[in-house]
Nanobody
Framework: QVQLVESGGGLVQAGDSLRLSCAASGRASSMYYMGWFRQAPGQEREFVAAIRWSGSTYYLNSLKGRFTISRDNAKNTVYLQMNSLKPEDTAVYYC?????????????????WGQGTQVTVSS
């Protein structure tokens, strides 16, 4: 079992930055990918970024250059740095973990999820 707890969400203005954290416990070190997803009201859950156990990173193309995923293995924590936030970034952001080596962008293939943290960007 893996437990994931997100933090760092909030209400910000367009152009601001936020850093989300995802603290992992349990068998987190055995996860092949850690990912961030987001879901806006009435929308399907959307891939944001993922980081492989090796440190390789993957992003939704439209977010490259604004969002950065990273991890601190000593703290068992994954981060999502979000810069130049836009109102369309408003969503609940979820941290997730998966053991399989494929489909890092498919939310249906993730095994463990956090409870989510709300990010609201005002214009």
């Amino acid at each position: 079992q893996v437990q994931l707890v997100e933090s760092g969400g909030g209400l910000v203005q367009a152009g601001d930055s936020l850093r989300l954290s995802c603290a992992a416990s349990g068998r987190a070190s055995s996860m092949y990918y850690m990912g961030w997803f987001r879901q806006a009201p009435g929308q399907e859950r959307e891939f944001v970024a993922a980081i492989r156990w090796s440190g390789s990173t993957y992003y939704l193309n439209s977010l490259k250059g604004r969002f950065t995923i990273s991890r601190d293995n000593a703290k068992n924590t994954v981060y999502l740095q979000m810069n130049s936030l836009k109102p369309e970034d408003t969503a609940v952001y979820y941290c997730a973990a998966k053991t399989a080596i494929y489909d890092y962008s498919d939310y249906r293939k993730y095994d463990y999820w956090g409870q989510g943290t709300q990010v609201t960007v005002s214009s």
